[in-house]
């Protein structure tokens, strides 16, 4: 069955630092999302991306934050200059159309000390 | 924008205990409903799915939820849980945005003694 990877699994960065994290959706999917989830509390959405554009965000989606498909199949989430409170696991998600299930990856957790 | 309430926070169950999980949401029109289950150190998977037609749908493992329009409602229920239940439940709503994002609620930790 298909499904959504992420690299890395476990990303440890100094504040201040660039962050890239890499996603894979499934292959046939249209809609791509990252969202992320902070120890103990609710998944949030970050931002999401159709038509090579993006569609969504939310606020806490700012200018330090970046999203890229490169090359077709990779979907990436840029921080530029990471905070502490960026410590999080920031989940990826894509869907095959507006309104339907999303499947997710198993996640990035990132620390920042 | 869309809200999705979950009343139980924690859950404590022995095995073999019949399970309802609370979801509430405040869209008021046609609307898709998700549950989506994570097990200790694992990624969202999803559970089930409401997009339309009977309002009682089965997911995996068991898992149904019913669709109660008029109480803005989609509670997850099992019959007789397993301690391989253990784990959190998120009751999620797509928006009615462009790219409708997930809504999640506050998520129900489960908990199955033997």
Known sequence: EP??????????????????????????????????QILGQKVEFLVSFYN???SEKSEIFDDQFSVERP????????????????????FCASSVARGYEQYFGPGTRLTVT | A????????????SEAASLELGCNYSYGGTVNLFWYVQYPG?????????????PLVKGIKGFEAEFIKSKFSFNLRKPSVQWSDTAEYFCAVPSTGTASKLTFGTGTRLQVTL
């Open chain 2, 42 to 54: 694992q990624h969202l998977q999803l559970l089930l799915k409401y997009f339309s037609g009977d």
């Open chain 2, 2 to 13: 869309q809200s999705v309430s979950q009343h139980n926070h924690h859950v404590i169950l």
């Open chain 1, 52 to 54: 090579n554009e993006i």
């Open chain 1, 71 to 90: 090359d077709g199949s990779n979907f990436t989430l840029k921080i530029r200059s990471t905070k502490l409170e960026d410590s999080a696991m920031y």
């Open chain 1, 3 to 36: 499904e959504v990877t992420q690299t890395p699994s476990h990303q440890v960065t100094q504040m201040g630092q660039e962050v890239i994290l890499r996603c894979v959706p499934i292959s046939n999917h249209l809609y791509f999302y990252w969202y992320r």
